[in-house]
Structures are given as structure tokens and as C-alpha cells.
């Protein structure tokens, strides 16, 4: 079956701009998680849902990242007024109440 | 969160078997002790997991020491697909607290040789 898709792949923005991610979870994945991976390191937890439900943000690492899953199903992470800081893998990953994560393949932001 | 130690790099020769060490000398007694791996340009995916018996999974196997500080995932037989950073990962399962998120480490870098 289908598994977690991402788009765009790869994001190349200048800074200042905003951005929106977008997360489409496999179908009847109630839970939806997204995290940051810089270069070798492992992911980073962002932020997580249950449904539409936004359970936990503590992640997120400054007011410039908000993350939206209206009707429990596909999730956009955006960025607004990005900095260069801001570079990284974004990782979304469904699952499951309580099991394993499914991850996505990945956006690729570059902020210039 | 409780924290896992592991090595940065492991190396094998394809057709042997590999085994992972990972220690967590402060695991509490209701976590479950996970693995996922991460392939080159992808994301992690799930290997194993267990809580205090040793698991078996078409993938690999998890073997938990007896008072569960410290946990090797054994790949049987390596082959170069199996070049990737492994993780493991603790993560509780008491539903009120914050066991949804995965904390993942550096992990251990596996190379395989042909």
C-alpha cells in the first residue's frame, strides 16, 4: 500500500520567505509526528498529533513554526520568515495509536 | 527521557552476522527498548522491539539482557543492503506520558564490506 508521502522533496527558499510542508499520512493513521534531521544526526521530535488534534508541540523551536492537521488527515508544517538556520530534513512519520512510525521520505529545505 | 548509549561505527563482512550493542543502564521498567534503522537517503524504519524476552523478527533479532541495562540487535547473516545507521530508541508505554515520540541518538553507522 501507499506509504507516508511528502511534498515538495526538495525546498529551496530565500530568507524571509515562508514555507509550507506537506505531510500525507497512510490512510487510517490516526497519529502524525514530524521531526528535523540535520546532517548526521538523528531526527529530531517537532511535533505530534492525534486526529486534528495537536497533542504536543515542544518541539517546535521558536513561534516561527506552526504545524496544522484540520481534518486528521494530511499535515502542513510552515515556516515563516525563514532563516538560514532553518536548513534540515523535515521528516513526517504516521502510525497507529501508540505504534510504530512510518516515516515519509523527507523535505529537503534549503533557505539561502 | 532515558538515554542509550551505542557505537558510533561497526563494520562487517557481507554473509556474517552482525551484533549492535546498545546500553541504557537507566531504562525504567516500563519501557520498551526499540530499533529502527536508517538506509541512506531515506527515512528510519522499524527493525524490532521488546520489553525483557528476545524478539524475533524477519529482519533481525533483539536480544535483551537479563536486567535490561544493555541490548544487542543481531543482524544474521549482513548483506549490503544492510548498511545503514541503527538506532535504538527507548520508549515507554504508559499512555500518559510522552511515549508517542521517538528520542533517537547518533546511532551506530554500520558498513558492510562485499
Known amino acids: 500500500g501507499a506509504g507516508v508521502s511528502q511534498s515538495p522533496r526538495y525546498k529551496v527558499t530565500k530568507r524571509g520567505q515562508d514555507v509550507a510542508l506537506r505531510c500525507d499520512p497512510i490512510?487510517?493513521?490516526?497519529?502524525l509526528y514530524w521531526y528535523r534531521q540535520a546532517l548526521g544526526q538523528g531526527p529530531e521530535f517537532l511535533t505530534y498529533?492525534?486526529?486534528?488534534?495537536?497533542?504536543?508541540k515542544s518541539g517546535l523551536p521558536n513561534d516561527r513554526f506552526s504545524a496544522e492537521r484540520p481534518e486528521g488527515s494530511i499535515s502542513t508544517l510552515t515556516i515563516q520568515r525563514t532563516e538560514q538556520r532553518d536548513s534540515a530534513m523535515y521528516r513526517c512519520?504516521?502510525?497507529?495509536?501508540?505504534?510504530?512510525?512510518?516515516f515519509g521520505p523527507g523535505t529537503r529545505l534549503t533557505v539561502l | 527521557d532515558a538515554k542509550t548509549t551505542q557505537p558510533n561505527s561497526m563494520e562487517s563482512n557481507e554473509e556474517e552476522p552482525v551484533h549492535l550493542p546498545c546500553n541504557h543502564s537507566?531504562?525504567?521498567?516500563?519501557?520498551?527498548i526499540h530499533w529502527y534503522r536508517q538506509l541512506p537517503s531515506q527515512g528510519p524504519e522499524y527493525v524490532i522491539h521488546?520489553?525483557?524476552s528476545n524478539v524475533n523478527n524477519r529482519m533481525a533479532s533483539l536480544a535483551i539482557a537479563e536486567d535490561r541495562k544493555s541490548s544487542t540487535l543481531i543482524l544474521h547473516r549482513a548483506t549490503l543492503r544492510d548498511a545503514a545507521v541503527y538506532y535504538c530508541?527507548?520508549?515507554?508505554?504508559?499512555?500518559?506520558?510522552?511515549?508517542?515520540?521517538?528520542?533517537f541518538g547518533k546511532g551506530t553507522l554500520l558498513t558492510v564490506n562485499p
Open positions: 537507566t531504562i525504567s521498567g516500563t519501557d520498551y
Open positions: 498529533f492525534n486526529y486534528e488534534a495537536q497533542q504536543d
Open positions: 521488546g520489553l525483557t
Open positions: 512519520a504516521s502510525s497507529p495509536p501508540q505504534d510504530t512510525q512510518y
Open positions: 490512510s487510517g493513521h490516526v497519529s
Open positions: 530508541i527507548l520508549r515507554g508505554s504508559n499512555s500518559g506520558g510522552s511515549n508517542y515520540k521517538l528520542t
